[in-house]
């Protein structure tokens, strides 16, 4: 038998990525006002790493935020919130988990394997197993999920929820669910800014190897300067053209989770009453329009709508500029909190 | 030619122009024709020449990959954005 129909009051906002999307938008729910920015700084969510010896499509994976799921553990823990989850291996019970958890009024986090999200346009649609989204009501046989890459709402179908649920493949979700089970009764906003801020400059400036943080984009710069010389332009270009889909993807515009950081920069500042944190916003902006710059070249030299200035020598430059940039921004972030601890 | 019409007139030479679209004439697109995928050889390489564009010749920002899935959809999806963009 069907479960009956219900509908949580769920305030659905858009964000730019479903994982702090979620988050922020359950913990706002819950009575806790915290903006997708937030949600990314304090989950410490900036980051950077080359792998080349990791293979994504059979070319070497470049990550520009922490991995998937390690901003939303960061980010309740230090927030005092009690997240819990769980994970299935019968579907049917996954299903009538969900269903009762909505029947009691709570909203619920699903992961889920995006392809088989049957409201995504078609075109849109790839094997990604770790999208994110809520779940907060049922009609009609189908859920009610507030999906945060879309502007409002949507309805999917039981069975389209059971598959992305269960979807197979790599980092399969396995239904896993989470759901908020305890609220602090006194966050500790600035001090979950504090260690969030903290932690991003330490990966980023002291992460050991070197792919990692600002030795990883200066390892990129160099690999990248190589493969014009040791690659055929189509392998170089094959390479190239991955690190940028990793870096915009279907087109933000530039380095997104740099602009995020600045935002939540400059949220940072009116919370921990220093003013000296606007201006490393503004530093952190101009280091995602310098990674844009990088996407718009190397999507030329790519697509061969290339200048002759336009090369992969310059592109290297680009990067090396970022690191240099970078580097300074975190010493001076992680050098104010030492400063006004 | 109305200026909705002067608006998609110039947004597909500019498409075909700046993406090098090669066998492919700007008349020959339509207003919802999906601009990514395979009637005309676009990816999301490209897309990052094309907001770039954008914020070039109509001085439009898209902001997050939420936002460019919904807009670069097709032309008149790029045509809406930019005249339904607020006023500076």
């Excluded at chain 1, 949507?154 to 759901?179: H, S, T």
Aim: hydrophobic share 40%; with cysteine.
């Amino acid at each position: 038998m069907n479960a009956p129909d219900v509908a949580i009051p769920f305030s659905h906002r858009q964000s730019a990525h479903c994982e702090t999307g979620v988050l922020s938008n359950l913990l706002r729910h819950h009575g806790l006002e915290v903006s997708e920015p937030m949600v990314f700084g304090i989950g410490a969510g900036l980051f950077f790493g080359y792998f080349p010896f990791i293979r994504l499509n059979r070319l070497p994976l470049t990550a520009f935020r922490a991995r998937t799921g390690a901003i939303m553990k960061r980010a309740v823990k230090r927030l005092g919130v009690a997240l819990t989850w769980e994970k299935f291996r019968d579907p049917g019970k996954g299903m009538a988990v969900l269903d009762r958890k909505l029947l009691e009024s709570v909203p619920v986090g699903c992961r889920t394997g995006a392809y088989w999200l049957s409201y995504f346009p078609e075109r849109y649609r790839f094997h990604f197993n770790m999208h994110n989204l809520v779940v907060f009501g049922r009609r009609d046989g189908a859920y009610l999920v507030s999906d945060p890459v879309f502007p409002e709402p949507v309805l999917c179908p039981e069975e389209d929820l059971k598959k992305a649920r269960f979807a197979r493949g790599i980092m399969a979700p396995r239904g896993r669910m989470y759901y908020v089970t305890g609220m602090p009764s006194q966050p500790d906003l600035r001090g979950a800014v504090r260690r969030g801020i903290t932690d991003v400059c330490r990966t980023m400036l002291k992460a050991p190897g070197p792919f990692l943080g600002v030795k990883g984009i200066r390892y990129l710069a160099t690999s990248v300067e190589r493969w014009a010389v040791r690659l055929e332009p189509r392998q170089a270009a094959l390479r190239l053209g991955q690190v940028i889909r990793m870096q915009e993807e279907i087109g933000t515009g530039g380095g997104g989770f740099r602009f995020i950081y600045a935002a939540f920069l400059q949220e940072a500042a009116g919370l921990l009453q220093d003013d000296r944190l606007l201006t490393l916003s503004e530093r952190m902006t101009a280091v995602g329009d310098r990674w844009r710059e990088f996407a718009l070249v190397g999507s030329r030299i790519c697509k061969q709508r290339a200048g002759a200035a336009e090369t992969y020598a310059g592109l290297a430059d680009i990067l090396r500029r970022c690191a240099d940039a970078e580097t300074g921004l975190y010493r001076d972030l992680a050098a104010r909190m030492e400063a006004t601890r | 030619m109305s200026g909705e019409a002067a608006l998609k007139d110039r947004l597909k030479r500019l498409i075909v122009e700046e993406l090098n679209l090669v066998h492919v004439r700007p008349e020959e697109i339509g207003d919802d024709d999906p601009l990514f995928g395979d009637r005309f050889g676009l990816d999301s390489i490209d897309a990052v020449e094309l907001v770039f564009q954008l914020k070039k010749h109509f001085g439009v920002v898209i902001k997050n990959q939420s936002d460019g899935r919904t807009i670069l959809q097709s032309v008149n999806t790029i045509c809406a954005f930019i005249e339904n963009r607020p006023a500076a």
